[in-house]
């Protein structure tokens, strides 16, 4: 009796502490910041798209979001690209390049990435790669690769070995298995680590916080933060700014929800 | 095939951390020609330096607090939550919810939350009549570390209740049975059955969540930036300072050098730590 008292009473009060801010921020996105301060949680006294149109209009939004979905979707791409590539060679070779491979790919895990903050800097600026978005792809690629081949790889180790000897002695050439064979299977493994990564990419704030300054170049974190101080007191302005953020990731939670929760674990299990 | 991941890889995160060990090394503001120093910077940051000590401090404060509080959370909310029902899945796909934002959005609105003026929690706090207790959240000193911490446990608890979760629903049903006829209450059960099947989950949300307080940047960065007076300041925010605002790249090198050591020590011993209570390898 007792224990179910506690248990219903954390299960509602943590549920309550994730449902109550965010909607907050969802009603406070169609109310003026008055009405978010005297009442914060009422419905809005005129559901109307005010708030997003004055944000679009100011064009304060809109380059960011483009410029998000571009890094986001090309770092993801051509990361699953390059590391199941490796984590393919990883899995078939039954040489010690296999495992070499493997071991410096590790090395990656075992060194946090911040360790590169400085050289990163230093080294994009030599070669004009800040205020570039290339230039966050390819850091993207860069910190990203050595997770993506560790959790790929550990889904071909799985795979039967014959699948790909049978392959092979039906004459077709290792790009052949890759493409035909072990990518339409792995395709569980790369959408969940595609989701892991997209998540990483589209809400990184450090490496564009360093590299990028000009106006037209910024992604959506870093105009968010811009916004607390450009419109230090308006949070109807900014809830409307973080729903617009927020949304692209909303819809493919709701969407793909299995495959996001496998991609965000995965993420942190083998990491 | 792996050629083109290998030059990538090779040329931007194995070349970039090797030349962050010579950067170490230099006394340099990003602009002028850098200066060979050797080991002072090392030496400076191990003997002369206030800053580095108190941030080393709120780092450890704040993963103790956030490691502690968001396993145990993780595993209380997993033990209410293992069984597969309507509801359950539903609570799983709330508490998740916060993991698919971004940092700097969390960081944002709780902001908004801890405002000592317009905010929730104050407004809230007042209308209980509980007046006292609307403190300045974020601005005040005393309070701000533990303000962070608790919107990076609200942020991602949701995740280790998942994790834990899939831990749980691996323990044999019949352990719980056994248990059951030898009259066993809850509290033994979670005591002999399910703390100690769910050592290997721990080890890895203990290992997950101090790697991740001691990388945390941005939801530092859009709360408090390290604010007031260093009192949230963590390592990467410090290490960022160095860089970007008092313009020492060197050294700012060189404490990235220290906080990968750390991270690699203290990941180090939980693994013995839990290893060793795990029972299965000495």
């Known amino acids: 009796m007792i224990y179910k008292i506690f248990k219903n009473s954390m299960l509602t009060i943590f549920a309550a502490a994730i449902l109550v801010p965010s909607s907050i921020v969802i009603l406070g996105s169609f109310k003026s910041d008055v009405e978010i301060y005297t009442k914060p949680l009422a419905l809005p006294l005129h559901w109307n798209l005010n708030n997003f149109r004055t944000l679009i209009a100011t064009g304060s939004v809109w380059t960011p979001f483009k410029n998000s979905v571009f890094v986001a979707v090309f770092s993801v791409l051509i990361t699953i690209f390059l590391a199941s590539m490796v984590a393919f060679a990883i899995a078939r070779s039954i040489t010690i390049t296999g495992k070499v491979l493997f071991a410096m790919f590790s090395i990656g895990l075992a060194i946090p990435g911040q360790v590169n903050i400085i050289p990163i800097f230093t080294l994009f600026t030599k070669l004009h790669l800040n205020n570039s978005l290339y230039g966050l792809i390819l850091v993207n690629i860069a910190l990203t690769l050595p997770i993506s081949v560790f959790i790929i790889s550990a889904f071909f180790r799985d795979l039967p070995k014959e699948l790909f000897e049978v392959a092979s002695i039906d004459g077709a050439n ?40 000009e106006l037209g170049k910024k992604t959506l974190p870093l105009t968010l933060i811009d916004f607390r101080g450009e419109f230090a007191t308006s949070y109807s302005m900014l809830f ?10 909303v819809i493919m939670y709701l969407l793909f929800q299995r495959s996001f929760i496998a991609g965000l674990t995965a993420g942190a299990v083998k990491g | 095939m792996a050629f083109p991941a290998i030059s990538i890889y090779s040329f931007l995160y194995l070349y970039p951390a090797l030349s962050n060990l010579l950067y170490s090394t230099q006394r340099w503001d990003g602009v002028t020609k850098p200066e060979f120093v050797g080991l002072t910077n090392f030496v400076h940051l191990l003997t002369n330096d206030d800053l580095f000590r108190k941030v080393l401090g709120n780092n450890i404060r704040f993963t103790i607090i956030v490691v502690v509080l968001q396993t145990s959370l993780g595993l209380l909310f997993a033990t209410f939550l293992t069984k597969n029902t309507k509801t359950t899945i539903f ?6 919810f916060p993991t698919i934002l971004s940092s700097v959005s969390v960081g944002l609105i709780w ?31 005393k309070y701000s570390l533990y303000a962070v911490a608790f919107t990076q446990i609200w942020f991602h608890t949701g995740q280790m209740v998942v994790i834990y979760v899939a831990g749980l629903q691996q323990i044999p049903a019949e352990l719980y049975e056994a248990a059951e006829v030898d009259g066993a209450t809850r509290w033994q059960q979670f005591k002999n059955v399910t703390w100690p099947m769910a050592l290997p989950t721990t080890a890895v949300v203990v290992a997950y969540t101090t790697i991740q307080t001691f990388r945390a940047f941005d939801l530092i960065y859009a709360m408090t930036q390290g604010g007031p007076l260093n009192s949230s300041d963590l390592l990467v925010t410090m290490v960022y300072n160095t860089a970007f605002v008092g313009y020492k790249f060197g050294y700012a090198a060189t404490q990235t050098i220290f906080l990968v050591l750390l991270v690699m020590l203290v990941t180090w011993l939980q693994r013995r730590v839990l290893r060793t209570n795990d029972g ?3």
């Open chain 1, 174 to 213: 290792q790009w052949r298995v890759y493409r035909s064979i072990a990518m339409p299977l792995a395709r569980p493994a790369v959408g969940a680590t595609s989701i892991f990564l997209f998540v990483i990419c589209w809400n990184d704030l450090l490496y564009p916080l360093m590299l990028i300054n």
């Open chain 1, 240 to 249: 409307t700014a973080i729903m617009v953020a927020s949304i692209p990731m």
């Open chain 2, 91 to 96: 609570l799983r796909t709330v508490y998740f």
């Open chain 2, 111 to 141: 902001t908004f939350l801890y405002d000592p003026n317009y905010g929730f929690i104050n407004a809230t706090l007042k209308a209980i009549g509980l007046d006292k207790l609307a403190l300045n959240w974020l601005g005040d000193s």
């Open chain 2, 280 to 282: 299965t390898k000495k």
